[in-house]
């Protein structure tokens, strides 16, 4: 699986348009800059054209990309424009100008999941407020008597492959925010129902359309199938399943349907896929049709899917080469350069669908008839997915096969969340908040790493499949009534563990903010002692400078990153072969390194690499602490023995 995977990395590495090679940005970040030109404010189909700007989807495509680069890159530009675009519309109160809730049109979910990650990042009610609205519309969406959600209240009966992409996935991060569970029975229906009444047996792809009723004029009186593959369609289909899996419950019983039906359409895809140019016809199963073309908007969406599937772990590794050949073909034959640093993107068809005024028949010569143009939304939403997808597919992936395990059994501060269910907070992997490790965890994930929550007392059996375990500000009263100390049974676990192969991680606090006196009881089996002082202290919350801790060249974790902001941290005393890493202006010690048996111990006092310190909305850009959390991954990882 390494080997096949690695070698289709490899060749996306090496090869691609000479515009990709010299420019400083990636292709994702100049598609971004072109959309933040063209679309300054929220999203008006026609720059031109001063029509009133709607509460559309397609926004919501080119949020979702904005976001998956935001998150790579730590670019805080990007989060104020995801922001800026959604404060167009949401008022607050929460309402949301520009949206009808009982035109019951599932297009106007799509938005919903820009609002659930402006609410996670910013704690802020208004956008959660919104989102329930969207959510509202779901519980009261009409249905077919199977339950399958109608596409809108206009078009009765029917279904569209497209409805799923635009529901599904916001269906389900809102069920798992507020932990309701029944929703994913309903959720996994939707896609069964659909690939069950639209899938042709013969090729294995979906039919664009279903009407239960059978009455529409482009239905089939048999049944209700409307008459072709609309590639668009299946890339909508693709992606709603990739999208609507990542908040799925691992152990619902239903899981392994959705898997089943992403394997089915992953090989019906694969099998329409040109192998001359790597694209797909806007009409799939029609290559030779007269005037049938390459659609890029389906390109991207296909690529996206599977790249994201393989990532996942949803789809076999072989099936990346689909997506790195289809985008070769993209960039071949869709990306031209714009301007320095910004590019366009040809050949989406505007728009295709079903009845309506003028009716819309589904026939072959309706679909070539719309107009294909040059930076639609929709499309470039698309290449913004795939794009960020193939970027993160060509990092390199030291972590492969390994498991980076963080702790909240000794760190396990718990609240209230919006739906009242008690959840774990503070220093999380799921966590987007100012005090979550989700940027960090991101860096572990596309290092090839898979990450793990331990929520029980470390032991022998329980770390046996980790290569890192990271323990982060271990809890005293005044955070959690009944914290978790540190205690010998603990510590030899660990030190065993440690000695055997493992790398440790210490992350504490400074010392009103941490419980050291238990955790110094670990620490000092390592050498490392935790002083119990406050340095790095900001008094003026916009006076970096005074957080600042400078690299000096020649570090050896910290290979390109140089001013790193580390506020309020306990310096370290060391003894034995423990050596420092790293040291303040005062000569005190910042950060060290123990080898310990096997394996090997990084210490700091602070938990310095949460979300507030690497995600570009507060720090100036001048710090690097997004660059210093990414180098730390990759020397982590060279200390992980094989056998982890």
């Given at each position: 699986?390494?080997?096949?995977?690695?070698?289709?990395?490899?060749?996306?590495?090496?090869?691609?348009?000479?515009?990709?090679?010299?420019?400083?940005?990636?292709?994702?970040?100049?598609?971004?800059?072109?959309?933040?030109?063209?679309?300054?404010?929220s999203l008006n189909l026609e720059p031109s054209n001063p029509k009133p700007v709607k509460w559309?989807?397609?926004q919501g495509v080119i949020l979702e990309g904005i976001n998956g680069i935001w998150k790579r890159t730590g670019n805080g530009e990007y989060f104020k424009y995801m922001q800026k675009s959604m404060d167009f519309f949401v008022t607050?109160?929460?309402?949301?100008?520009?949206?009808?809730?009982?035109?019951?049109?599932?297009?106007?979910?799509?938005?919903?999941?820009?609002?659930?990650?402006?609410?996670?990042?910013?704690?802020?009610?208004?956008?959660?407020?919104?989102?329930?609205?969207?959510?509202?519309?779901l519980q009261q969406q009409p249905r077919t008597k199977e339950g399958g959600f109608w596409h809108k209240k206009v078009?009765?009966?029917?279904?569209?492959?497209?409805?799923?992409?635009?529901?599904?996935?916001?269906?389900?991060?809102?069920?798992?925010?507020?932990?309701?569970?029944?929703?994913?029975?309903?959720?996994?229906?939707?896609?069964?129902?659909?690939?069950?009444?639209?899938?042709?047996?013969?090729?294995?792809?979906?039919?664009?359309?279903?009407?239960?009723?059978?009455?529409?004029?482009w239905a089939?009186?048999?049944?209700?199938?409307?008459?072709?593959?609309?590639a668009r369609a299946m890339g909508w289909y693709g992606m709603a399943l990739v999208d609507a899996l990542d908040n799925f419950p691992k152990n619902h019983p239903k899981r392994a349907a959705l898997l089943a039906i992403l394997n089915r359409y992953a090989l019906a895809v694969q099998k329409v896929q040109d192998q001359k140019s790597g694209l797909w016809y806007d009409i799939l199963d029609q290559p030779t049709g007269k005037g049938n073309y390459h659609e890029a908007s389906a390109a991207n969406m296909f690529v996206y899917t599977f790249a994201k599937a393989v990532r996942m772990g949803y789809l076999p590794s072989s099936y990346f080469a689909v997506a790195d050949k289809g985008y070769k073909g993209i960039r071949t034959e869709f990306i031209e350069q714009a301007s320095v640093g910004k590019i366009n993107l040809k050949g989406t068809v505007s728009v295709s669908g079903l009845g309506g005024k003028p009716y819309r028949d589904g026939s072959y010569s309706y679909y070539l008839s719309e107009k294909v143009i040059t930076n639609d939304p929709k499309g470039v939403g698309a290449f913004l997915l795939a794009a960020n997808e193939m970027e993160i597919a060509e990092l390199p992936k030291p972590g492969f096969g390994k498991m980076v395990t963080l702790d909240s059994y000794f760190n396990n501060e718990t609240k209230l969340d919006q739906s009242n269910n008690t959840i774990s907070w503070h220093y999380k992997w799921e966590e987007l908040a100012n005090g979550g490790f989700s940027f960090w965890g991101d860096q572990f994930n596309n290092a090839g790493f898979k990450t793990n929550t331990l929520y029980q007392a470390p032991t022998i059996a329980n770390l046996k499949n980790s290569s890192i375990y990271i323990i982060v500000d271990p809890d005293f009263e005044k955070e959690n009534p009944k914290p978790n100390f540190v205690g010998s049974a603990h510590i030899k676990a660990i030190t065993e563990w440690v000695k055997a192969g493992g790398v440790l991680v210490l992350m504490a606090n400074d010392a009103p903010?941490?419980?050291?006196?238990?955790?110094?009881?670990?620490?000092?089996?390592?050498?490392?002692?935790?002083?119990?002082?406050?340095?790095?202290?900001?008094?003026?919350?916009?006076?970096?400078?005074?957080?600042?801790?400078v690299v000096p060249a020649g570090n050896e974790i910290f290979k390109n990153s140089t001013n790193l902001f580390i506020k309020e941290y306990?310096?370290?005393?060391?003894?034995?072969?423990?050596?420092?890493?790293?040291?303040?202006?005062?000569?005190?010690n910042v950060m060290s390194v123990t080898k310990y048996g096997k394996g090997t111990v990084f210490v700091i006092g602070d938990p310095w690499l949460y979300n507030?310190?690497?995600?570009g909305r507060k720090l100036p850009a001048s710090y690097d602490n997004l660059k210093a959390a990414a180098n730390l991954v990759n020397w982590l990882a060279k200390q992980t023995s094989s056998k982890k």
């Open positions: 699986m390494k080997t096949s995977l690695f070698k289709y990395l490899s060749v996306a590495t090496f090869v691609g348009l000479t515009v990709h090679a010299k420019a400083q940005q990636s292709l994702s970040q100049q598609m971004a800059s072109t959309v933040m030109e063209i679309w300054k404010d559309a989807y397609d607050k109160e929460g309402t949301i100008n520009r949206y009808k809730q009982t035109d019951y049109n599932i297009d106007n979910i799509k938005n919903g999941r820009s609002l659930l990650t402006l609410y996670k990042v910013t704690g802020q009610q208004k956008y959660f407020k919104a989102a329930t609205l969207l959510w509202d519309q078009y009765p009966n029917q279904m569209w492959l497209d409805g799923l992409y635009m529901g599904e996935p916001f269906y389900a991060e809102y069920a798992a925010l507020t932990k309701n569970e029944k929703a994913f029975d309903d959720i996994a229906n939707q896609f069964i129902w659909m690939e069950k009444n639209a899938r042709d047996a013969k090729t294995g792809l979906l039919y664009h359309g279903w009407d239960e009723s059978k009455t529409e004029q089939n009186k048999t049944t209700g199938k409307s008459p072709n593959f609309w903010n941490c419980e050291l006196d238990h955790f110094n009881e670990l620490a000092i089996k390592f050498g490392v002692q935790f002083n119990k002082d406050s340095k790095g202290t900001v008094p003026v919350p916009s006076n970096f400078e005074t957080a600042k801790v306990s310096s370290l005393k060391l003894s034995g072969n423990a050596k420092s890493i790293l040291k303040d202006k005062d000569g005190d507030e310190y690497v995600d």
